[in-house]
């Protein structure tokens, strides 16, 4: 696994590769507490944090890259439109960076609450991705790709979303308005 310091290097090069050195300085570092996602941003700090699990990239060293770009997309569209979201402008940059899913995949690393978890369902063939608030019970195929009901030829993906964004402290939602 790389040290935090190589993890910064790491940083710099993608930044300069694929962003032409616009992401805002981040301090990035391993968080030993995380056992249920691979990735967290904090916006709320200067400069902006990002932690990465050590546990989740000690068995996984080869997704440790994917997860630092993905989290680098969220410091870099925050700070030029303060988005936090996986829209289209998310997904674009995405794309420009040789990501294919929005979403991690966390292998058997197992989530301590999975009632508060999401699920992802997602077609291979057409790259439908569909967001879900529980596992689904039964076998699914792709909706857009299976013409007539349940086609085992079409089967949806099961991913767990493992990445947690922190927004800052909570604020009275009257509050929250009148800053828009
Ligand atoms: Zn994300
Ligand atoms: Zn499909």
Not at 82 to 110: P, Q, W
Not at 124 to 150: D, F, T, V
């Amino acid at each position: 696994m790389p040290t935090e310091t190589e993890l910064q290097l790491l940083f710099a090069e993608l930044n300069n590769f694929y962003f032409n050195g616009e992401t805002p300085v981040c301090r990035i570092r391993y968080n030993a507490r995380f056992s249920n996602s691979a990735g967290r941003i904090t916006y709320s700090t200067r400069p902006v944090l990002i932690e990465l699990s050590a546990k989740h990239f000690r068995d996984h060293p080869e997704a440790l890259r994917e997860t630092l770009l993905h989290e680098m997309i969220h410091a870099w569209l925050y700070n030029r439109t303060g988005d936090t979201g996986h829209g289209a402008d998310f997904r674009k940059k995405m794309a420009e960076c040789g990501l294919t899913s929005i979403y991690h995949d966390l292998g058997n690393v197992k989530p301590f609450n999975e009632s508060a978890k999401r699920y992802i369902l997602r077609c291979e063939h057409c790259a439908l991705e569909i967001l879900r608030r529980r596992l689904p019970r039964a076998a699914m195929s792709c909706g857009r790709c299976s013409k007539q009901g349940y086609d085992p030829r079409f089967p949806l993906t099961l991913l767990e979303v493992t990445e947690t964004r922190e927004l800052g402290v909570t604020v009275p939602r009257a509050a929250f308005k009148s800053q828009r």
